[in-house]
């Protein structure tokens, strides 16, 4: 399965982006999708999950701001990312894996998106 993700930018503190993560090559309704972050210096850390049910799981500092979605009939999995703060900052990758198992390591993804830049401004 081929994933590009898009929907980063720019954007000031406080703000709103979503990013979206396109599939093709597989249907996704099988896969736990994960949403992934990298900040400059940093190790790829985990922002949050939603299995093929719906079901979702984020990192406890992001809760509350950041809400995993998926659309199976057009092939998508979206973060949507409310209050922006600069520490925020990262590349954003999406991941799939198969099976129903909620995955928040790395190494438990089978594919990988290219990643999206988000910049948040103070």
């Known amino acids: 399965v081929q994933l590009q993700a898009s929907g980063g930018g720019l954007v000031q503190a406080g703000g709103s982006l979503r990013l979206s993560c396109a599939a093709s090559g597989r249907t996704l309704s099988s896969y736990t999708m994960g949403w992934f972050r990298q900040a400059p210096g940093k190790e790829r850390e985990l922002v949050g999950v939603?299995?093929?049910?719906?079901?979702?799981y984020y990192t406890d500092s992001l809760k509350g701001r950041f809400t995993i979605s998926r659309d199976n009939a057009k092939n998508t999995v979206y973060l949507q990312m409310n209050s922006l703060k600069p520490e925020d900052t990262a590349v954003y990758y999406c991941?799939?894996?198969?099976?129903?198992?909620?995955?928040?390591?790395?190494?438990?993804?089978?594919?990988w998106g290219q990643g999206t830049q988000v910049t948040v401004s103070s």
């Open positions: 939603v299995s093929w049910s719906g079901y979702t």
């Open positions: 991941a799939a894996r198969s099976g129903s198992a909620t995955g928040t390591r790395v190494r438990e993804y089978d594919y």
